[in-house]
């Protein structure tokens, strides 16, 4: 039976810490002794009316809580819990979370229809409440079911449909659960509270009804009731709809032929008078039409055949009207928008839009934009030249180079001058303009840039002095420069017309990321970035003292951070924060110069201090390993070579650290990727740190906590070590190839429609080929005999993957090269095994067919390989 | 319900620069791993192995020219890396490239299966040479072992360019034809290929790393100052009737000089090999029968032959076929030294065989041959030249062999030579 709680969770949320604590303490113990019936005691503390409101709220927080964790690890362990439950008692529990839908308070209401999904999310699939759909459709078919029961039962319809997969429920469900949610939007019958839930619940079981939008007249039924209420007189209710209408776009693109005209009425009223929250779903709308038709023109290759998917051409057939429309709230501007991160309005969605438009029809834009240009630009109201200013710089993606030139090559100037415009907002956006130009116009590679050796000192002058302007303007002249450079990245190997003006360059990106007036906006970090790239794009044999000089000076910017004042732990972000893109700079200043061999002996001479700095700046944070200087320290391992093993002993607890850090994945799969760079500097050098290295990785493979994308890289990484110790690799075969092999067969089970998941199960397959490879070779003519037990299953293994469509060239190559390792390197003992397996033949005359260049290389090598052992005697 | 995020990246790139320095770092790991796997694949067979099993090797020459071969070698095969090769000057430098090139029998018989286990080229017209490139330059040596061209081309380190691909140490050993009236080398064979060697490869794997390799290093573009000469693949066809009948009759851009049959599982031999075929007529090529110093068919055939002790006359074959003997008296009188080429011609007497093997000849003693010439006849040149004087190997019957495989797929041939 329930126990009396209410004291306790009262007291829990006590002013005086003591009681707290100690109430704290006392539900936990509770908890712990016995957790059904802590559950139950919550589910009825939430059920109860008479109880108060604060209890009330703790009881559906620790219901909550106990049912679901961000944290996938704490989530399972939660659902095994709730499966341990009596079934009698879980009953209990559900009924008492259902008479709560009933709740004179609103509050409670909503709480427990968030815990009925949550329950319902673990249940559902196991097909463990089937009654549950029922019994909320009743609440909602019952006669005399008060207004309230409506409300919170929709509520929670719309949270389960969130929750559960369409898969999981059958059509007649389906069909009751939409039929219930869209009686519940009409007008006439229901209270605005009703139909604000029943719409808002829409737009979570839009994703179920599939079947009903193949149904004209389900669906016109579907999309009439929408379309009326994106006109009901509450906004809120409106804008719900509308965003109904949104996701309808993309997931029902296909059918919306003969509703285009009425969505684009509603939706144009929407953006001239409606209000803004409404408007900014509206134009969202066209956005999603947008995203899809640039989606399906990506895709629409002609190599594709018949399979792509249906193109309507709803922007191409809407274009005067809609661009006119967009247009038109391109002077509704806020006075601060570029301040404030947060801030999103009519004006940015409008020019948003516009941006896809032009990316969706190409050159039809241009005339339709260009006279609101024209008209608006030399305007004496600012709002008008940045209106004009921002529909020139939206449309410079997507229109042909031969459309866009001749205004580009004629507003140029205007655009330069318009860097000393009066208004801040006019030179941010014409500051971005330009950027936008130097990212479109100016590929001096593929034969055109707006940008010649005349006009060059003019542009590189006037973006040197706006580099000086407010910090919003700073920051998107830094992405000027980042493009204006990024176009001289492959212009021809003897000299870069940007070389003369490089010192110049860096020196006020520096001064740029020195300002403290700066400090809120995102201009040092842009500097930085900019920089980089000044650097990455520079004619080495031109900028190589330059790049040398910098050195230095970035190291001894990166030593000063180490003296930072620290009492915040906003300090030591900030700190973090900077060091980081101290670090960028050098790991592109070492990637840089070990490109040729007359400028990779700076790095050598300056080894040393930089690893120093890179220990420092793991010192400063004790708690996690700093992400960018290990990117950097892998490159400084690739240059410096073997040399790099003095260094060892001091890294290598960071690097232990890395491997350890599961919260921060991406940390780790950085720290996976340098020990493969160490291994290839140190080769058998590293062999000392290897049990270490191993015992981790492996680890890392078991756990269900890492995430799954750094798995593959673990493989890989197998492969790099295997191949640096060569026979030393032997003491971690076996352990490696179960696991590989383990892998290999989860792959196989995969859920093949999840897209994201083969993508997964693709880098997870062509790593464990990556990681045979490896040790294949690393026992050539030493151990080679060690793997003969795994052949078989390698080819078994090859096989599968050959036979699956949906593997990518990526994959191919790795199986066919690991194939061909197998052939070269255990000699006798597979010959009779490449025998049995007779899609050798087949898989390699598929790969030898390929257009891939590498592939076929390999496939031909691997033939080579099986060619020679089959015909030894 | 999760409010509905609409807003949208506002005058911003979409990728960070962070993000694009992680990118770069996996693209460079997942390229150096590759690098690394790819030369694990390569290393073990960078070195030639050199089958050095013909007796008259000289092997003093050879292992005084490389120090570092170990000297207690008593196997019949030495390791030897070209690159030592490269650096021999003068006659040592002659004499070794000079025994790496495979030589090809010519065809006396049809070989079984040739639809199924032959490839077949057209022998483009000119000088077969062995073309090696290797520290910043490329040397061709003709089959005597003399240079006949010495410059830069786009092979892997084959000429001192900057940014040149490949590792400084790469080099590539390349089996030519010159083809004088286009100035081009036609490639016929692939011996090594960036350090890697193909010695021990089937000719089915050179023929296409040949294809495939040779086009992507710029090695086929037209020459330039890094690349003096125009190189080329030679086409090649299985020798089935479609196959031959391309090679026979198909247009080629060079002058044809015979067919080559290659059996797609032979490695590549150094020396003579009865796995590579030449073939030729009058229709494919413009010297069938041998001509004499003045460019003119003789009336009699004349064949090179090489004297060895007490007078033993054999052919270049290995082992050597003996064809005849020169009276003891008559070397003496004439100062003939043992492993002296001389040449003969056959007379009214003709080459007697029994059961398709040589027995006897009438062999009429012209002189010592030409300085130039580095090797004897082999018996199977002789062998086709005879027939092609008396009873020549037709194309319709390499035709009608094919035809014949193709009915009756598993019947082995008739004639074979046992």
């Not at chain 1, 001289?488 to 020196?507: K, R």
């Not at chain 2, 000429?159 to 140490?169: E, H, I, Q, Y």
Request: charged share 25%; aromatic share 8%; glycine share 6%.
């Amino acid at each position: 039976m329930a126990m009396e709680i209410t004291q306790f969770l009262s007291a829990a949320q006590s002013a005086d810490a003591r009681i707290r604590t100690e109430a704290e303490g006392s539900l936990r113990q509770f908890q712990e002794q016995n957790l059904p019936q802590f559950l139950l005691s919550l589910s009825f503390e939430l059920a109860s009316d008479d109880k108060p409101s604060e209890s009330r709220r703790l009881a559906g927080i620790l219901l909550k809580n106990s049912l679901d964790a961000k944290d996938s690890a704490t989530k399972d362990h939660l659902v095994k819990q709730w499966f341990a439950i009596e079934v009698a008692l879980k009953s209990q529990i559900k009924e008492q979370l259902l008479r709560t839908l009933g709740s004179s308070t609103l509050e409670a209401r909503h709480t427990s229809a968030q815990v009925i999904a949550k329950v319902a999310s673990i249940e559902i699939p196991q097909k463990q409440w089937p009654e549950l759909v029922g019994s909320l459709l009743n609440n909602m078919t019952q006669q005399g079911s008060p207004a309230h029961l409506k409300q919170s039962t929709l509520e929670t319809l719309g949270y389960v449909c969130e929750e559960i997969s369409h898969h999981d429920l059958v059509q007649d469900e389906v069909n009751s659960v939409l039929t219930a949610v869209v009686q519940g939007m009409n007008q006439s019958e229901n209270t605005a509270e009703v139909r604000l839930a029943a719409t808002k619940a829409l737009l979570n079981a839009l994703d179920f009804s599939q079947t009903n939008f193949e149904n004209e007249m389900e669906r016109t039924y579907i999309m009439k009731m929408v379309c009326e209420t994106a006109c009901s007189k509450e906004a809120e209710i409106r804008q719900a709809a509308f965003e109904c209408l949104v996701s309808i776009a993309s997931t029902y693109y296909e059918v919306l032929e003969q509703y285009m005209q009425t969505l684009f009425e509603l939706t144009s009223n929407a953006v001239k008078g409606d209000e803004e929250s409404v408007a900014l779903q509206a134009i969202e709308f066209w956005s999603s039409i947008c995203d899809e038709e640039i989606d399906r023109q990506e895709y629409d290759s002609p190599d594709s055949g018949d399979s792509s998917p249906p193109h309507s051409c709803f922007i191409e057939k809407a274009l005067p009207h809609l661009v006119q429309m967009l247009l038109e709230t391109l002077q509704k501007q806020q006075e601060d928008q570029d301040h404030d991160d947060d801030v999103w309005n009519i004006s940015m969605a409008g020019g948003t839009c516009l941006g896809l438009v032009a990316r969706t029809v190409g050159d039809g834009v241009v005339p339709l934009v260009m006279p609101f240009v024209e008209r608006n630009i030399s305007s004496p109201e600012w709002r008008s030249r940045e209106a004009a200013t921002y529909a020139f710089g939206s449309i410079l993606e997507g229109p042909t180079i031969d459309k866009l030139a001749p205004m580009v090559g004629a507003g140029l100037e205007f655009l330069l001058t318009a860097t000393k415009d009066g208004n801040n907002h006019v030179r941010d956006t014409t500051a971005w303009t330009l950027s936008r130009i130097f990212e479109f116009l100016h590929s001096p590679e593929s034969g055109f840039s707006v940008i010649s050796p005349e006009n060059l000192p003019r542009i590189v002058g006037v973006l040197l002095e706006s580099i000086k302007d407010v910090p919003n303007v700073a920051e998107k002249v830094c992405g000027a420069i980042y493009n204006l450079a990024q176009g001289y990245e492959d212009s021809g190997a003897s000299s870069s017309i940007l070389s003369p003006y490089l010192t110049e360059i860096i020196t006020h990106l520096l001064a740029a990321a020195e300002r403290t007036d700066g400090a809120e906006s995102k201009l040092r970090g842009a500097a930085y970035e900019t920089l980089n790239e000044v650097v990455r794009c520079s004619n080495l044999s031109e900028a190589s003292s330059i790049i040398a000089h910098l050195l230095p000076a970035i190291m001894k910017k990166l030593a000063e951070t180490m003296d930072l004042p620290i009492i915040s732990t906003d300090d030591r972000e900030k700190q973090a924060e900077l060091q980081a893109s101290l670090c960028g700079v050098l790991q592109v200043i070492i990637q840089k110069l070990s490109g040729s061999d007359d400028t990779r002996p700076i790095i050598m001479q300056n080894a040393d201090d930089i690893m120093r700095l890179f220990l420092r700046v793991f010192g400063c944070h004790s708690s996690s390993v700093h992400e960018e200087a290990m990117l950097a320290i892998g490159a400084l391992a690739y240059t410096t070579g073997a040399e790099f093993v003095k260094y060892m002993p001091e890294l290598f607890r960071y690097l232990q650290m890395g491997l350890q850090n599961f919260e921060e994945y991406q940390v780790c799969s950085i720290t996976v990727g340098v020990i493969g760079d160490i291994c290839r500097a140190l080769d058998e050098q590293i062999l000392p740190f290897c049990d270490q290295i191993m015992g981790l990785l492996i680890q890392n493979l078991q756990s269900d906590a890492l995430h799954r994308s750094v798995k593959p890289p673990i493989f890989s990484c197998f492969g790099d070590i295997a191949l640096a110790i060569d026979a030393h690799f032997e003491r971690y075969v076996a352990p490696a190839i179960q696991i590989m092999q383990g892998a290999a067969q989860v792959c196989a089970q995969m859920d093949t429609l999840d897209e994201e998941l083969m993508d997964y199960a693709n880098q997870l397959r062509r790593s464990i080929f990556e990681a045979y490879s490896g040790i294949l070779q690393g026992f050539k003519d030493t151990k080679a005999e060690l793997m003969v037990p795994y052949a078989q299953h390698l080819l078994q293994f090859v096989e599968v993957v050959s036979k699956d469509s949906l593997r990518d060239e990526s994959v191919t190559k790795a199986a066919v090269a690991a194939m061909g390792d197998l052939a070269d390197v255990v000699g006798e003992n597979p010959k009779q095994l490449f025998r049995n397996f007779t899609f050798c033949g087949e898989f390699l005359n598929e790969c030898l067919q390929s257009e891939d260049e590498d592939l076929k290389v390999t496939a031909r090598w691997t033939q080579g390989m099986i060619a020679r052992l089959m015909i030894s005697s | 319900m999760a409010p509905h995020e609409i807003r949208r990246p506002f005058k911003r790139r979409p990728i960070s620069d962070q993000q694009k320095r992680r990118e770069l770092s996996l693209l460079r790991q997942s390229q150096h791993r590759s690098d690394a796997q790819q030369r694990a694949r390569n290393l073990a067979s960078s070195v030639i192995s050199l089958q050095s099993s013909s007796p008259d090797v000289d092997p003093e020459i050879l292992f005084e020219a490389v120090p570092e071969l170990d000297e207690g070698t008593e196997s019949e095969s030495s390791s030897f890396d070209v690159r030592q090769a490269s650096r021999l000057r003068g006659p040592e430098a002659r004499k070794w490239f000079a025994r790496q090139l495979m030589l090809p029998e010519w065809m006396i018989d049809v070989p079984d299966n040739l639809s199924r286990d032959w490839y077949v080229l057209a022998r483009p017209a000119g000088k077969r040479c062995f073309v090696v490139s290797s520290d910043g330059t490329t040397v061709s040596r003709v089959r005597n072992g003399s240079i006949l061209h010495h410059f830069p081309s786009a092979l892997p380190g084959g000429a001192r360019k900057k940014g040149a691909s490949g590792p400084a140490n790469s080099y590539s050993i390349l089996d030519c034809i010159f083809h004088e009236s286009d100035q081009t080398y036609y490639v016929i064979d692939m011996v090594c290929w960036r350090g890697y060697s193909l010695y021990e490869c089937t000719a089915e794997f050179r023929f296409f790393w040949l294809q495939s390799k040779l086009a992507e290093t710029g090695a086929c573009d037209p020459p330039s100052f890094y690349h003096k000469f125009r190189f080329s693949a030679v086409p090649f066809f299985n020798c089935d009737q479609s196959g031959l009948h391309s090679a026979y009759t198909g247009s080629l851009p060079y002058v044809k000089d015979g067919l080559l049959f290659y059996n797609k599982h032979a490695h590549y031999h150094t020396g003579n090999t009865p796995l590579v075929l030449i073939w030729k007529d009058e229709s494919c090529s413009q010297y069938v029968i041998d001509t004499d110093n003045n460019g003119e068919v003789p009336d009699q055939q004349h064949i090179v032959l090489e004297l060895q002790e007490e007078g033993k006359l054999v052919t270049s074959d290995d082992p050597p076929v003996p064809f005849s003997c020169l009276n003891a008296d008559f070397v003496k009188q004439s100062g003939l030294l043992s492993g002296s080429l001389i040449r003969f011609a056959i007379g009214d007497g003709g080459l007697n065989c029994v059961d398709g093997r040589f027995e006897k000849a009438d062999l009429q003693y012209i002189g010592v041959s030409n300085r130039a010439r580095a090797f004897a006849d082999s018996y199977s040149k002789i062998m086709f030249q005879y027939m092609a004087r008396h009873s020549p190997l037709k194309v319709e019957d390499l035709a009608s062999t094919i035809s014949h495989e193709n009915q009756q797929d598993k019947t082995p041939e008739v004639e074979m030579s046992d």
